[in-house]
């Protein structure tokens, strides 16, 4: 049986995926909200594509977008967030000819995980000093605190027209500190994460993103502290990194490329096996998807093996849940690692009740039918080591009504039966076995 063909790549998911490409989880969202309102201040205001935009815009105005994402400005970052939503949406099955690869965009990929960047620092800061100003003054930036004093940044008194607040909310003003602020800036993180996700969709992007190490410690960082960040921020970073899973060598974080975050190899594949242990279905249906296609690099696998126990037995438990999809991530996750690795196939048929719930996908049957075939390929995988067939043994009954009621797959439960009872002499005959030659 030929081992990590890469074309075996699979997600596993509810798409089902094709057997010659990894299939995309999902697709691209714009989780935005409307930027109708007229109250500038307001959070649902500030985010939320309304228009379209020419293909061209892009080429045309690409460093006003990376400088207005620098700014620190709220309407210049909260513009350039909408425009990048509108270039990175597609609808699903839609051949985008027009998106904009981040190669045209020199330094955009690196401003927009500053916003990310900025937000997470801002929401550590929890110093008393940076509460008691926020108490005192309400507000809190670069020359408000004269403001707020009544004083102007020359040392002469505001007219009584001239509110600090008014001041400090008008479009062009800097994020606050307060509680509104922070909610702003959160906002933008959200969007800016479904923008990198959006991003990874886009083929030409793939390889750029695969190898960026700023953009795979983030993302890595917000799965990480999945139990304070906003759950849609953390649902992004997990989509994303699905998405650039097959081109994903987790020995970037050893590399000697700048590092932006301390993140380890190690400390990554820990961080998705707190996701695959999740109680949330979007999480550990993304984290079964993201160990299946990790293990196709044989580069990776060195940093996997060590919790392989413990994926084993997740994505058996995962394929009793009575969710479709989180089978489906299972039986994907499964079916690449029965074909890559040995040590899987050992130790997956000795799992309490893994052989048993991958027949019982195949019978009842999922709704998906690859997702059978690839359950009844998992299983043939388990039968093909000799080790094994002295625990399968138990299951050629269950095997043989497969064979006669299960027509679509008859062949490969044939072919299971058939390694199942024959005796190999030697490496290269065997002798006729019980159920045919």
């Known amino acids: 049986m030929q081992k990590r063909e890469q074309s075996k790549v699979s997600g596993g998911g509810a798409s089902g995926g094709a057997a010659t490409s990894a299939s995309k989880r999902g697709r691209p969202s714009n989780n935005t909200t409307d930027s109708n309102s007229s109250d500038p201040i307001a959070p649902n205001s500030l985010l939320g594509p309304t228009l379209q935009i020419p293909s061209s815009f892009a080429d045309q105005n690409h460093k006003r977008i990376v400088l207005a994402l620098q700014s620190g400005l709220k309407s210049e970052i909260t513009w350039a967030l909408n425009i990048l939503s509108l270039l990175s949406f597609r609808e699903k099955e839609e051949i985008r000819r027009d998106a904009t690869p981040l190669a045209k965009i020199p330094n955009l990929l690196d401003s927009v995980l500053q916003i990310i960047d900025d937000w997470r620092d801002v929401s550590r800061l929890k110093t008393a000093q940076i509460a008691s100003k926020s108490k005192s003054f309400g507000v809190s930036g670069f020359e408000n605190e004269f403001k707020v004093m009544g004083w102007s940044k020359f040392g002469s008194k505001l007219s009584k027209n001239e509110s600090s607040k008014e001041w400090w909310f008008e479009e062009d003003g800097l994020f606050n500190l307060d509680e509104e602020g922070l909610m702003e800036k959160q906002q933008c993180a959200v969007a800016a994460s479904n923008i990198v996700r959006n991003f990874a969709f886009m083929p030409d992007n793939e390889v750029i993103m695969a190898q960026h190490r700023h953009c795979l410690e983030t993302i890595f960082q917000c799965i990480e502290d999945y139990s304070t960040e906003d759950e849609e921020l953390v649902t992004n ?114 799992e309490r009740w893994a052989v048993d719930r991958l027949l019982k996908v195949i019978k009842t049957p999922h709704p998906i039918p690859e997702v059978c075939r690839k359950a009844a390929m998992t299983l043939e995988s388990l039968v093909s080591e000799p080790q094994n067939k002295a625990l399968l043994l138990v299951y050629e009954n269950a095997f043989a009504e497969m064979l006669f009621l299960e027509g679509r797959h008859a062949d490969t439960f044939a072919r299971i039966l058939y390694e199942l009872t024959s005796k190999t002499n030697n490496k290269v005959a065997t002798t006729p076995a019980v159920w045919g030659i």
């Not at 081109?247 to 590399?255: A, E, K, P, V, Y």
């Not at 279905?281 to 919790?307: S, V």
């Open 237 to 350: 970073a997990l989509e994303t990194v699905v998405n650039l899973a097959p081109l994903l060598n987790l020995q970037i974080f050893g590399s000697a490329k700048p590092s932006y975050i301390k993140i380890t190899e190690k400390g990554a594949v820990q961080s998705i096996m707190v996701m695959l242990g999740s109680s949330v279905k979007a999480w550990h249906c993304a984290a079964a998807e993201l160990l299946g296609r990790l293990i196709i690099n044989p580069e990776n696998e060195l940093f996997l093996l060590p919790f392989a126990p413990q994926i084993y037995k997740r994505l058996v438990d995962l394929l009793s849940l009575p969710a479709v999809d989180a089978q489906a991530a299972a039986v994907g996750a499964l079916y690449n690692l029965a074909e890559v690795t040995i040590d899987c196939r050992l130790k997956l048929a000795g």
